[in-house]
């Protein structure tokens, strides 16, 4: 289940490569807090009426970095892994899902990232954003992505406790 292993990010390097690597720690620090679960572990939610459960995290993250990297950096015209409306919440719907298809998924999507981040010429590369209705730079999709992996890590932090007491980075 795990993108790569966690390595620190340097202490001093350049932007992109900092950028980058963050992202990648956090990316691993999602897998390490997935690992080793049952399906109906990943499944289980964190208190009515809330969607929120470590499957469903999965399966949103691999979502937003398709929108992220291959629809808006790539420009590819695909629609989203679990909804053909857009819908972002629709991958917290993981009753029948299970932790293979959503891993899959996930890792593919974060191979096509890579590869779509690492082809850009520069930070500064601008892009249109329909949904926010503005160009935007691959500097703030890379730090939009560093954001929303440090802020669902955090959730995955207190559903893995309550699954099974685990905590720690």
Same mark, same amino acid.
């Given at each position: 289940?795990?993108?790569?292993?966690?390595?620190?990010?340097?202490?001093?390097?350049?932007?992109?490569?900092?950028?980058?690597?963050?992202?990648?720690?956090?990316?691993?620090?999602?897998?390490?807090?997935?690992?080793?679960?049952?399906?109906?572990? /990943?499944?289980?939610?964190?208190?009515?009426?809330?969607?929120?459960?470590?499957?469903?995290?999965?399966?949103?993250?691999?979502?937003?970095?398709?929108?992220?990297?291959?629809?808006?950096?790539?420009?590819?015209?695909?629609? /989203?892994?679990?909804?053909?409306?857009?819908?972002?919440?629709?991958?917290?719907?993981?009753?029948?899902?299970?932790?293979?298809?959503?891993?899959?998924?996930?890792?593919?999507?974060?191979?096509?990232?890579?590869?779509?981040?690492?082809?850009?010429?520069? /930070?500064?590369?601008?892009?249109?954003?329909?949904?926010?209705?503005?160009?935007?730079?691959?500097?703030?999709?890379?730090?939009?992505?560093?954001?929303?992996?440090?802020?669902?890590?955090?959730?995955?932090?207190?559903?893995?406790?309550?699954?099974?007491?685990?905590?720690?980075?």
């Amino acid at each position: 289940m795990t993108i790569d292993e966690r390595i620190d990010p340097p202490r001093r390097a350049g932007e992109r490569e900092t950028l980058r690597a963050y992202l990648d720690y956090h990316r691993a620090t999602l897998a390490r807090k997935t690992e080793g679960l049952t399906d109906a572990q /990943l499944r289980r939610r964190s208190m009515p009426p809330s969607k929120l459960s470590l499957l469903g995290l999965v399966r949103h993250l691999a979502e937003v970095e398709r929108a992220w990297f291959r629809r808006t950096l790539g420009g590819e015209d695909v629609p /989203l892994v679990w909804s053909q409306e857009m819908d972002f919440q629709a991958a917290f719907d993981d009753a029948e899902a299970t932790g293979a298809a959503a891993f899959a998924a996930w890792q593919a999507e974060v191979a096509h990232s890579r590869r779509i981040e690492a082809a850009a010429a520069s /930070l500064d590369v601008t892009v249109h954003q329909p949904r926010w209705g503005e160009d935007v730079s691959l500097r703030l999709i890379m730090l939009h992505m560093i954001h929303e992996y440090a802020r669902h890590n955090g959730h995955a932090d207190f559903l893995r406790e309550g699954i099974d007491g685990t905590v720690g980075p």
